[in-house]
């Protein structure tokens, strides 16, 4: 049999804000940063976590 070394699919996590009033949000490296760049840009957004 084949090894599998590092055959296993190397994902990130970020952390995405969006709008539903169409203003544009972004990706974030950590919880926190996308917490303080939605305050900053009036709040009301939806932090959720992403892997890519």
Same mark, same amino acid.
Not at 2 to 11: E, I, L, M, S
């Given at each position: 049999?084949?090894?599998?070394? $590092? $055959?296993?699919? /190397? @994902? !990130? @996590?970020?952390?995405?804000?969006? =709008?539903? +009033? &169409?203003?544009? &949000? $972004?990706? =974030?490296?950590?919880? !926190? +940063?996308?917490? *303080? !760049?939605?305050? /900053?840009?009036? &709040? $009301? &957004?939806? *932090? /959720? /976590?992403?892997?890519?």
């Amino acid at each position: 049999m084949p090894c599998n070394c $590092g $055959g296993k699919a /190397r @994902t !990130a @996590t970020v952390w995405v804000v969006s =709008y539903d +009033d &169409g203003r544009k &949000g $972004g990706e =974030y490296a950590s919880k !926190a +940063d996308a917490e *303080i !760049a939605d305050v /900053r840009k009036g &709040g $009301g &957004g939806t *932090i /959720r /976590r992403v892997q890519k």
